[in-house]
């Protein structure tokens, strides 16, 4: 997992807070993937991103989550008012090219991710 | 019914002994299936990646995918304790912006 840094590592917020997860991905990476692991759960695609451009937003819930992925800087992952159900391990992953992510060619690389407590 | 489905155990075997993890899966459009490592509090590592039909070996592991059947596996030979972990499988259709989908993940204790 070297080379993906997340951070906070953890993360405490109260409910209708705002929470803001950060994600460099790795040297030499210019596509970025954020996943949500629930409790039990395996990971849950969330949102690709490319630099400047979300390329597939499909498991972004349609209201308080955005994300973005600025010219210079990390990826960001924002949650707005938050509630209960959002405590969860978010895991962002990155990955050199187009090619299939995940596959030898492209091989998706994680972090350690942020572990979101709703209180 | 689940793109994919694996059973999350947990599952406990003694050290040596041989492993075998799985998961079936329900779209026939998956083409790209992989196996993930997950230590506690930790990311995701690739562990085996294996394109359609067929066999890979890589030392004590061996990933197996029977599309026929929509059926993968995961062997792991002569378990260790730094085996113990989580295992995930994650599947890919044939487009290269298409994210993976993962099962649930099985538990795995080796014990010594």
């Known amino acids: 997992n070297a080379g993906v840094m997340q951070n906070p590592r953890h993360l405490v917020r109260r409910r209708g807070q705002e929470a803001r997860l950060r994600c460099s991905p790795m040297?030499?990476?210019?596509?970025v993937y954020w996943y949500r692991q629930l409790p039990e759960e395996g990971l849950k695609f969330m949102v690709y991103l490319q630099k400047e451009n979300i390329i597939d937003e499909s498991g972004m819930p349609k209201e308080r989550f955005s994300a973005e992925f600025p010219k210079e800087g990390p990826s960001i992952l924002r949650i707005q008012q938050v509630v209960r159900g959002d405590s969860a391990a978010y895991f962002c992953?990155?990955?050199?090219?187009?090619?299939?992510?995940?596959?030898?060619?492209?091989?998706?690389?994680f972090g350690n991710g942020t572990r979101l407590t709703v209180t | 019914q689940k793109e994919v489905e694996q059973d999350p155990g947990p599952l406990s075997v003694p050290e040596g002994a041989i492993v075998s993890l799985n998961c079936t899966y329900s779209?026939?459009?998956?083409?790209?299936f992989m196996w993930y490592r997950q230590y506690s509090r930790k990311g995701p590592e690739l562990l085996m990646y294996t394109y359609s039909s067929g066999n890979k070996e890589d030392g004590r592991f061996t990933a197996q995918v029977d599309k026929s059947s929509k059926y993968i596996s995961l062997f792991i030979r002569d378990s260790q304790p730094s085996d113990s972990a989580t295992y995930l499988c994650a599947m890919s259709r044939n487009s290269g912006n298409t994210p993976l989908v993962f099962g649930k993940g099985t538990r795995l204790s080796v014990i010594a």
């Open positions: 992953a990155s990955s050199p090219g187009m090619q299939v992510a995940g596959s030898y060619n492209s091989p998706l690389h």
């Open positions: 040297k030499g990476h210019s596509h």
């Open positions: 779209n026939s459009a998956f083409q790209y």
